[in-house]
Nanobody, 110 residues
Framework: QIQMVESGGRLVQAGGSLRLSCAAS????????VSWFRQAPGKEREFVAD??????TTTYADSVRGRFTISRDNAKVYLQMNNVKPEDTAVYYC?????WGQGTLVTVSS
C-alpha cells in the first residue's frame, strides 16, 4: 500500500523560497499523477498544482502560477515555492489518486 510523506515545510519570510518534497513508501508512484493541495486555517482544502506521470504536463492554481513550480524525479515530487506570501500559509498535502499524506506546515511571516 502506498503511503505519501510530505516534508520541507517551515517558517519562511515573505518573499523567500522553500521546496516541499513528497515521497511514496510501500510502492512506487512513478506511474501516478501527483497533486499538491493546501489547507489554510479555517479554510477548505484547495488545489495548488499537479503533474502527470511523465512530468511533461503540469497545472497550477491561478494564485500560485508563476511563483510555484511542480516537478518530479523517479523517487519524489517537488513543489518549489518562490516569492512566498503570507496567504501561502497552510498545511500542504500531496496526493496520488485517493491516497493522501499527512501534510507539512508552511508558515509565511510578513
Amino acid at each position: 500500500q502506498i503511503q505519501m510523506v510530505e516534508s520541507g515545510g517551515r517558517l519562511v519570510q515573505a518573499g523567500g523560497s522553500l521546496r516541499l518534497s513528497c515521497a511514496a513508501s510501500g510502492h512506487s508512484f512513478s506511474r501516478y499523477a501527483v497533486s499538491w493541495f493546501r489547507q489554510a486555517p479555517g479554510k477548505e482544502r484547495e488545489f495548488v498544482a499537479d503533474i502527470n506521470w511523465t512530468g511533461g504536463t503540469t497545472t497550477y492554481a491561478d494564485s500560485v502560477r508563476g511563483r510555484f513550480t511542480i516537478s518530479r524525479d523517479n523517487a519524489k515530487v517537488y513543489l518549489q515555492m518562490n516569492n512566498v506570501k503570507p496567504e501561502d500559509t497552510a498545511v500542504y498535502y500531496c496526493s496520488a489518486g485517493e491516497i493522501w499524506g499527512q501534510g507539512t506546515l508552511v508558515t509565511v511571516s510578513s
